[in-house]
């Protein structure tokens, strides 16, 4: 076609393109697919099929070991998420409803620090602060976790509640303005409203990444504060069980649900 | 006080824009202009000439450098924009995408701590001044750019503003759509009896429309008048340009008298022309005359004499092209009506007759 000759580069039309991209995938969701199969095994070993069975979702069920660090893992995401979804809102705003100063581009990478640190440094230097604070104030709860978990989450919340943020036609909040909105009746009314996708986003992003967290938990928490990633690496020290697969199954479930729901909220949004 | 009657009274406003690095960008320099009470004024030039900001500082969303700003005699120049009586109509209209039509024209009142009722009531007033009552619950995603402009338009002017600024509001609509928008703005700027400040681009528009104009370039306002003073009586190059078609002739003056200067023409002739208001300027000057003004008439006969280079059809007139004796083009609009004019052809000699009383000198 005449108009194909105008595009310079075509990946598609490259030889190999179809294999490269079929290799990728593969390489990518086998994994996934053999461990969902095998949560559904009937026997104890973890590479022999012997039948569907859903023993290892009800054994894993009725663990109480697993259902508290079930719930620690939940109640962990979900503070941690919300109290990063602010933050980083606020951050957000702060960032992007001012003219451009010196020092703005540097305040990017502050906040997004975490993703540049390598995950290990920062838990090792959580342990290390967080182990003088113990020694001092006598407290060693959940808390650690909370602010460690929040501090990590910022950057994913923050991330699409910016992108949010400088889409949005400032004119609104112009006319909100012009239409005698004080500043806080501006963002109550105008700019909030419109920022939920962003916040929503923000949110799940925060809530799976905090859910997902082995490398900082294992050096910030306590004793006896599993979580399931922490309790599942526990478990594989031992005899390895299909509990494990389970347990990953339901996390995977839960991860498409959350993006799955974000999908649907944002398209209705927009 | 004599202040008070003025909607808007702009006293040596400037607004610096500091560039990158060491660059600053005058985007109005000293404009004073007084804006009455009841009036459709209009801020006409091309872009970057300062109008929308003009119109910025005024609205509140940016602050002069210098000067000050009086609304009814009252400073407001650094007023953050929720504490002035003035609302705009936005370019892209700015409709709240998360509200209906209803709740979009309801803001204002809202905002000003209206009682429901009288809310309830102000937005089926304003829905049936712009011919929208039916509208009145759908999205603003729900409805066509001409609506949309109506919703904007209703927004803006239910909280009954002191002035009603409008930043270009008609170029995103097509030209007949723009034509009806142009008759009903002029209707509800007369309904409403409010002050419209209207920035625009686009000369047809502001003749049209306004009760007087402003032109403005590079950051300063030059002529202010009605729309016919400002046609028939520019004050220099630039005006006389932006607005309308015009020829330029190259003269001297040879004697003046009683706001009247006899004109030795660079073409050869002379001519009585108009003396600006603000005196003649020294040595060479120009001075305009209209298309319409000029009429054909035989070789050898007329105020100047041409060649004609190019006759353009424009149904209801022709514009005849032609070029002076000393290589000036010239252009004569001659209305198509049966028995008017002289007939032409192209290389033909002509002799153009200038309406007495129409020539008139520019101050550059």
Redesign the interface.
Known sequence: MATERRKPFAIKAQPGFGLVAMLCFFMLYLPIAILVVYAFNAGENIALWEGFSLRWFQSAWANETVQEAAMRSLFLASVSATIATIVAGMAAIATTRTAPYRGLTFKYAMINQPLMVPEIVTAVSLLIVFSRFKVWTGYSGIGYLVLAHTAFCIPFAYLPIRARLENM?L??E?????????PW??FK??TL??LVPGLVAGYMLAFVISLDDVVITEFVKSGGQETLPTYMLGQLRRAVSPEINAIATVFLALSVLLVTLFYFVNRKKN | MASTANAIDARGVSKVFKGAGQDEVRALDNVSVTIRENEFFTLLGPSGCGKTTLLRLI???DFPTEGEILLHGENIALL????RP???V?Q?Y?????MTVGQNIA??LE??GKPKDEIAARVSEMLKLVRMEELKDRRTSQISGGQQQRVALA??LA?RPKVLLLDEPLSALDYKLRKDMQIELKRLQHDTGITFIFVTHDQEEALTMSDRIAVMSKGKILQVGSPHDIYVRPVDHFVANFIGETNFLKGKVISSKGGKATVELAPGGTLLADVPEAGLPKGEISLVVRPENATLVKPGKGDLSGTVETIVYFGTDTHVHLKLTDGTAFMVRQQNAAGSGVDVKTGDKAGIAIAAGTPRILMD
Not at chain 2, 94 to 98: G, I, T, V
């Open positions: 036609d004119t609104l112009r006319a909100a303005a012009d239409l005698y909105a004080t009746q501006a009314r105008v409203p419109l | 609205a509140g969303f953050p924009p929720y504490k003035v609302n705009t936005f892209n700015a409709l709240f995408p998360h803001f204002g905002m000003l927004r803006a909280p």
